[in-house]
Every structure is written in structure tokens, then in C-alpha cells.
């Protein structure tokens, strides 16, 4: 098992650039959600989803889109970039019953200029 | 709106010592997490409490729950150097977590 992965690992943008962070998971769980963490920070949800087909806004959704068509990908897009969105970005997946483990991908680092 | 709020925000542990995170969370639950961070890395998963009075143990780390209280404490016993990182308690309510800030722990010898 790959686990979560995640890509790019690091990734430059101007402002007003658009891009899509991937993230991919191989335990066919149900449950995935995005999250950013900026410096010295705890991590903040971003959106979530359930299932395929069903996705819902997280804390702090304004800025960021996303969609789930299969189980296994779950992708962030930033729909225009602002230097406010460097952070790193964290995908995550667990399942929605039996242990709720949580299993984190690498994250992506993304600096906006 | 849920708050959660880690005590202390920085530890500094002599090796050997024994010391508490405590958690506290300002709504009902749905389960608390407790995540491991080791610097410019991504989060490992040491403990889901699930229910009132859980207690989990994995090495010289204990996790509990306490949900009249709405507090979790990580215990740790004996510290170690390789126990210096930074530790995330979660708080999930209908399908959203929300983080605290962290506790960045470091193990003197």
C-alpha cells in the first residue's frame, strides 16, 4: 500500500495563477479532507467528503474547490492564487467506521507571490 | 463555534521526567484525536479516543478522554529524546475537526 499520496510536493505560483494540488489513497477509505497548516499553527480544515459524489466546506473553504469522483482522488484546486494561501497542504483519508485512524499524506508545500 | 485549547504550548522535559498535555475542548465530540509532528513533516496518528473514559497506551505515551470534562490528557512517562516533536490534539464533530495549536515538546538530557 502507497498509503496517501500527494502531489507536487513543492510548488511556486503568482497571484492570480490557478493550479490543482492531487491526492491519491489506496485503502479505499470513504472519508477524505483537505487541510492547510501555516507556521506555528495547528492544522485547519479546508473541505471534506464522505464518499464519492459528496464533498462539504471545512473552516476556512473560501478560495479553494474541490470534487470527488472516484474514491481513491480527491483533488484541491486553488481557483485563483493569493500570497494568504502559502501554507502546506495536507490530504488526509480515514475510514468512517472501525478504528477513525486518520493517515496523512506528505503534504504539499505551495508559496504564492 | 468549536474551540480547542493545548496546554502548555511548549515543554522542555529533562530525560526520565514524567509530564502532561492536557486538551480542552469546548463542545461535544465525536472522537479526539492525538497526531504526532516531527519537524517539516507530515502527521502520524498516535491515538483516536472514541468514547468517555477511554484510555490508550502505546510506549511511554498514554492518551485519555474525559467528555463531561471535554479534556484529554497525553501522559508521558519517563522521556526520551526521540519523544521531541510537536504534539496536535484533534476534535471532530459531524465529519469537521478542528486542531489545536500544538505542544512542541523537547527532551534535555
Known amino acids: 500500500n502507497a498509503g496517501v499520496t500527494q502531489t507536487p510536493k513543492f510548488q511556486v505560483l503568482k497571484t492570480g495563477q490557478s493550479m490543482t494540488l492531487q491526492c491519491a489513497q489506496d485503502?479505499?477509505?470513504?472519508?477524505m479532507s483537505w487541510y492547510r497548516q501555516d507556521p506555528g499553527m495547528g492544522l485547519r480544515l479546508i473541505h471534506y467528503s464522505v464518499g464519492a459524489g459528496i464533498t462539504d466546506q471545512g473552516e476556512v473553504p473560501n478560495g479553494y474547490n474541490v470534487s470527488r469522483s472516484t474514491t481513491e482522488d480527491f483533488p484541491l484546486r486553488l481557483l485563483s492564487a493569493a500570497p494568504s494561501q502559502t501554507s502546506v497542504y495536507f490530504c488526509?483519508?480515514?475510514?468512517?467506521?472501525?478504528?477513525?485512524?486518520?493517515?496523512f499524506g506528505p503534504g504539499t508545500r505551495l508559496t504564492v507571490t | 463555534e468549536l474551540k480547542v485549547e493545548q496546554n502548555p504550548l511548549f515543554l522542555s522535559m529533562q530525560e526520565g521526567k514524567n509530564y502532561t498535555i492536557y486538551c480542552n475542548y469546548s463542545t461535544t465530540s465525536d472522537r479526539l484525536y492525538w497526531y504526532r509532528q516531527d519537524p517539516g513533516k507530515s502527521l502520524e496518528s498516535l491515538f483516536v479516543l472514541l468514547s468517555n473514559g477511554a484510555v490508550k497506551q502505546e510506549g511511554r505515551l498514554m492518551a485519555s478522554l474525559d467528555t463531561k470534562a471535554r479534556l484529554s490528557t497525553l501522559h508521558i512517562t519517563a522521556a526520551v529524546h526521540d519523544l521531541s516533536a510537536t504534539y496536535f490534539c484533534?476534535?471532530?464533530?459531524?465529519?469537521?475537526?478542528?486542531f489545536g495549536d500544538g505542544t512542541t515538546l523537547t527532551v534535555k538530557p
Open positions: 488526509a483519508s480515514r475510514e468512517t467506521g472501525g478504528s477513525y485512524e486518520q493517515y
Open positions: 485503502m479505499n477509505h470513504e472519508y
Open positions: 484533534a476534535v471532530e464533530v459531524a465529519g469537521k475537526s478542528t
